[in-house]
């Protein structure tokens, strides 16, 4: 079957710095993404890795292991705004996607 | 440029009735698809749509019905809703170019479903 794992929550305080793990085991995988989702809203896009290695997009970064089915998010200089539910997202050939279960992220002050 | 919109935005069913959920993207994407999250839980794919008058099941097709006549358009129908269908359903659409190309989703703003 097709699965991804990540932790169900993460606590941090402001300004901290904060890494999210997901593994994955689907087939026909070729990346992975994140997404963001605040409480009642819609899932919105952070970042996507199509190759191993690291991919930074201002204060959040991405990085993949295709050799260890392994992909984090990391968020730097924690805000409040920053607590919310964090998904990460195989992508299969196909068009196929499969979500991680998500992790909610409660930022301290 | 309105997105991904999606009606209605709330819907309380009982069970054995049907209904149709609409879904429309003004992006010109190629790609749809449905999704459904339970409370506490990841996105979890219904059907998607890899272009207008095509469609395919994901993870958990069974109870759902699909239809891709025009390419803004994307429609899950339940045929006789059940209480195990009790969910937020989000759609999305994504351009298709390529495979090998970050392939964001856009997700429009849900909508509530309660079958009693």
């Known amino acids: 079957g097709q699965s991804l794992e990540q932790p169900s929550e993460v606590t941090a305080v402001e300004g901290a710095i904060v890494q999210i793990n997901c593994t994955y085991q689907?087939?026909?995988?070729?990346?992975l993404s994140w997404y963001q989702q605040h409480d009642g809203g819609a899932p919105t896009f952070l970042s996507y890795?199509?190759?191993?290695g690291l991919e930074e997009t201002g204060r959040f970064s991405s990085f993949l292991s295709r050799s260890d089915s392994y992909g984090y998010l990391l968020l730097q200089e924690l805000q409040m705004k920053d607590s919310a539910s964090y998904f990460c997202a195989a992508h299969n050939y196909g068009q196929n996607f499969v979500f991680g279960p998500g992790t909610r992220l409660s930022v301290l002050p | 440029n309105a997105g991904v919109t999606q009606t209605p935005k709330f819907r309380v069913l009982k069970t054995g009735q049907s209904m149709t959920l609409l879904c429309a993207q003004d992006m010109n994407h190629e790609y749809m698809y449905w999704y459904r999250q339970d409370p506490g839980m990841g996105l979890r794919l219904i059907h998607y749509?890899?272009?207008?008058?095509?469609?395919a099941k994901g993870e958990v097709p069974d109870g759902y019905n699909v239809s891709r006549l025009k390419k803004q358009n994307f429609l899950l129908g339940l045929e006789s809703a059940a209480p195990s269908q009790t969910s937020v359903y989000f759609c999305?659409?994504?351009?298709?170019?390529?495979?090998?190309?970050?392939?964001?989703?856009?997700f429009g703003p849900g909508t509530r479903l309660l079958v009693l």
């Open positions: 890795n199509g190759l191993d």
């Open positions: 749509s890899v272009g207008e008058g095509t469609t």
């Open positions: 689907t087939s026909g995988f070729y990346g």
């Open positions: 999305a659409s994504s351009s298709g170019t390529s495979a090998y190309l970050q392939e964001t989703q856009y």
